[in-house]
């Protein structure tokens, strides 16, 4: 039993509860994974209960905002002793698509630019510690943050967000990235809560595409922003 503990992959997902979160929950309890996800309410949302009650033990469900510091510092306590295969930041938000830098607020702004790039980060540095060294770090991005890509504008500030977290994560992998897979994902535009029912791509392709990639890239150094079929984007 032992053995087969130490072989078994764990992936901890940050923003789980629902949309492309849940879906990866689902998608790497279905590859043989431990899966440890974090919700931000202290009580267990519906769809993660189902799962827990299917998993046979291989989830664990546990709370965390990753706008908030002292929360991310409660997890990295939680997870002493645990070894990671992946750490996998899905967080995020958006805004109304046509405001424009000169319309939002100050406070929306802030909550954009927090929860999309700096609350990512600031998690990803504190619990990369349990991430195995060739393990993988994985940021949920879009290719809506690709700089040389904006040629149509709209999405001003959700874009910017989305920069900023590349650009930070291109930080880090030169600076502390080590031998780990580091990636910035698109997952595709995805019929989600936020992706609207007009998306064309289904959650469960989305996911299927995410876990794939991430397992075509593991053990390769280096940051990547790629999609959730493997195409690379321009920064």
Known sequence: MASTEQQQRTALLLGAS????????EEYLGRGWRVIATQRSLTVAPALSELVAKAEG?????????NRRDDIAALSRQLEGVTLDLLFVVAGVSDEPSQTIGQI?????????????????????????????NGSLAVMSSALGSVS????????????SKAALNMLLRSYAARAGGERSILALMPGWVKTDMGGPDAPVEVKDSTRGLADTIAKHAGQPGAVFVDYQGNDIAW
């Not at 629902?18 to 929950?25: E, K, N, P, Q, S």
């Not at 607020?105 to 060294?133: G, I």
């Not at 890509?149 to 910017?160: D, L, V």
Request: overall charge negative; aromatic content about 6%.
């Open 18 to 25: 629902r949309g492309i979160g849940l879906g990866l929950v």
């Open 105 to 133: 607020s100050t406070d929306e702004f802030n909550h954009l630019m927090v929860t999309n790039a700096l609350s990512p980060m600031r998690a990803l540095e504190q619990l990369a510690q349990y991430v195995r060294a």
């Open 149 to 160: 890509g904006n040629t149509t504008g709209g999405y001003e500030t959700y874009r910017a």
């Open 58 to 66: 291989q989830l664990t469900i546990l709370s965390a905002d990753i």
